[in-house]
């Protein structure tokens, strides 16, 4: 099994949490998050070779992957299949393709059941989700338009595990929303002025046609509020959690958590993955209106 996989390390590991790129997507996703610097954070690139005693230094292993590619598919599988054997909590991360008909959908709705039952949880990010998202956090053409998205991904749920921010969250937390969860959704917004909290909420919360509907039937949910001052008050955050509650109607548990960060300047950003969704939040198509 050893001899299917091909990786190496940027830096000796340091951090319980590791997050491997696949194929051409999956590496440029982990190249810019290694720019943004996320911390807490190890990397991997598929490239040589890597042994399960390196594995066994983690306890939470991110896959970015692309899709469309049956290798990329594989050799996932065979990752997963290793991190499952070492108890190790395993999230794929993937954004769906553009389609326009139903064969091109079903070969990847294929792809990622081959993925459902060696993973713990696949989020997955729409294509319509994912063009929303993109234009409003003005991400860069050169990086594509998903690659803030996973990396928003995986700096939600590292920063849920590692500390990080006012309200104490850690590993085991994150271990028990998100083990065995079979598929995920996430989506994001920011926001900045005058109520800028709820605002942020609110349009995490319409980014898509679905995007309601996919949260409200997560078993669990993670949110991560993200601040580039230090002006938001204790009240405000109870009053966005609140209104998050009622308008979500979840009965499953949601973890969340308060931190800054400098680079979004006066904005607040706000960041939902919903686990333990039964079926992939993919986009319904019977809800495009009809031109």
Not at 21 to 34: Q, R, S, T
Not at 105 to 111: G, H, I, K, T
Request: proline share 2%; no cysteine.
């Amino acid at each position: 099994m050893n001899e299917l996989l091909k990786f190496e390390l940027s830096e000796i590991p340091s951090n319980i949490i590791l997050t491997i790129g696949i194929g051409e997507e999956g590496a440029n996703a982990v190249n810019y998050m290694k720019k943004k610097e996320i911390s807490g954070v190890d990397y991997l690139l598929l490239s040589n070779g890597i042994a399960e005693k390196e594995l066994v230094k983690y306890r939470l292993v991110f896959i970015l992957m692309g899709t469309g590619d049956r290798n990329d598919i594989g050799v996932a599988m065979v990752i997963a299949a290793m991190t499952k054997i070492l108890n190790i909590l395993t999230i794929g991360i993937v954004a769906i393709p553009f389609v326009k008909g139903n064969q091109v959908m079903n070969q990847f709705l294929a792809e990622i059941d081959s993925l459902k039952d060696t993973l713990d949880l696949l989020i997955i990010i729409p294509d319509d989700q994912r063009k929303s998202l993109s234009n409003k956090l003005d991400i860069s053409p050169i990086y594509g338009k998903d690659l803030q998205i996973k990396m928003l991904a995986v700096q939600t749920i590292s920063d849920l595990t590692n500390f990080t921010g006012y309200i104490s969250t850690d590993f085991a937390d994150v271990y028990s929303a998100t083990r065995n969860s079979r598929f995920g959704t996430i989506t994001t917004g920011g926001a900045s002025g005058e109520n800028k909290t709820m605002n942020a909420l609110k349009k995490a919360l319409s980014s898509s046609l679905m995007t309601l509907e996919n949260i409200r039937k997560s078993k669990n949910i993670l949110l991560y509020i993200v601040s580039g001052l230090d002006d938001v008050t204790l009240a405000e955050l109870g009053d966005t959690i609140d209104y998050f509650q009622k308008t979500v109607h979840s009965d499953g548990e949601i973890l969340w958590n308060f931190g800054l960060d400098s680079d979004i300047g006066d904005k607040v950003r706000i960041t939902i993955i919903g686990t333990g969704l039964d079926k992939p939040p993919v986009f319904d198509w019977s809800l495009i209106p009809k031109r």
